[in-house]
């Protein structure tokens, strides 16, 4: 079907469309299993992304065609135990050893990691320069001096793998940077501000998962002598879920037509992301106490919207994170 390459052109094996495309791909995948939804975001946006923007030809026939198809998928070294949201301050080290790259350090909360063939890391390369002198990486999967941590056992998104990735003098060779040297950090928050498009999608997909449970269940579930879809309180309820859902449908759809155009959108898309994923955490709250009890346990779906809503808060980006990117954004449009 393409959903794992929506962006690469049919040259390299995808599928050719634009990011409204994805975005629309990654919201119905996610209404239906968000756990599949980040494996489909991850390597979109965060493996084949950058790669195909950064990358010379050769990386891109290399290290994206054969991630095309889903056969293989890739993953994104940048989070590291001491740094979350300080993607500047990595601890993980790439010096130059004759043709040789050699990395040493561990990457933290990636996503796919077990079912990876290949990674981006980030690592820096001369610590004098802080973030300009981070570089990226690509790294096949297995590979000697690579290896992983134990599977985390998460709240939600349960059926995608995440783990910690550990070097130890890994080698690769001199041609495995992406861009050049030193534009790591570049690369890295170029990279995050279209995969908050993509995240932003997940959580409007696990939302909209949690509005139709609790409607469904509205119709069909009596009290009083009436379904209780009858009741103020519960369409009060609903008509809430619907309006946030909505209005992160349409700021994430922004974004990615500001980006499909080339226009600057790192400010749309904190924002997509922001509402959209607490929009999902809101939604998936408010189903369960339509359902009550029900929405409690394992029978209905509604307990895992709630347990899959609450990452998209987290990664990519925390809504900190977003909250002061769209007010830096915000104040720069202000300056005199």
Same mark, same amino acid.
């Not at 740094?83 to 050699?102: F, H, I, K, L, P």
């Not at 981006?120 to 001369?126: E, N, P, Y």
């Not at 590979?143 to 709240?155: A, N, Q, R, V, W």
């Given at each position: ?12 094996? *995808? ?68 740094? *979350? ?96 040297? *030193? ?154």
């Amino acid at each position: 079907m393409g959903v794992m390459a929506i962006e690469v052109p049919e040259e390299l094996g *995808g599928a050719g469309m634009d990011y409204l495309a994805y975005s629309l791909a990654m919201e119905e995948i996610s209404r239906g299993c968000a756990s599949t939804g980040v494996v489909v975001s991850v390597n979109n946006s965060l493996y084949i992304g950058p790669i195909l923007k950064f990358g010379s030809e050769e990386q891109k026939r290399q290290w994206i065609t054969p991630f095309t198809t889903g056969e293989k998928v890739g993953c994104f070294g940048l989070s590291e135990p001491g740094n *979350g949201s300080d993607a500047g301050a990595a601890s993980t080290t790439a010096r130059q050893e004759g043709d040789e790259w050699v990395l040493n350090g561990t990457k933290a909360w990636i996503t796919n990691s077990w079912d990876a063939s290949a990674t981006i890391v980030f690592a820096t390369t001369d610590k004098k320069l802080k973030h300009k002198g981070i570089s990226a990486f690509l790294i096949p999967m297995p590979h000697p001096g690579l290896s992983l941590g134990k599977k985390e056992d998460k709240l939600g998104i349960r059926a995608s793998s995440t783990a910690n990735i550990i070097l130890e003098n890994c080698r690769i060779p001199l041609d495995n940077i992406l861009g050049s040297s *030193g534009a790591g950090f570049k690369i890295a928050m170029q990279t995050l501000d279209s995969g908050r498009i993509g995240v932003a999608s997940q959580a409007l997909g696990i939302g909209q998962a949690a509005l139709d449970c609790a409607a469904h269940y509205a119709h069909q579930r009596s009290a009083f002598g009436a379904p209780i879809s009858k009741l103020q309180a519960i369409q009060f309820k609903l008509a809430d879920m619907a309006v946030a859902l909505e209005s992160a449908r349409l700021l994430i759809w922004k974004a990615a037509l500001l980006r499909d155009a080339k226009k600057p959108f790192t400010k749309e898309a904190a924002m997509a992301k922001l509402s959209a994923s607490e929009a999902a955490t809101f939604c998936s709250h408010q189903a369960i106490q339509v359902l009550g009890g029900m929405g409690y346990v394992t029978d209905m779906p509604a307990e895992r919207h709630y347990r899959d809503a609450r990452i998209t808060e987290i990664y990519e980006g925390t809504s900190e994170i977003q909250r002061l990117v769209i007010a830096g954004q915000l104040l720069k449009e202000y300056q005199l």
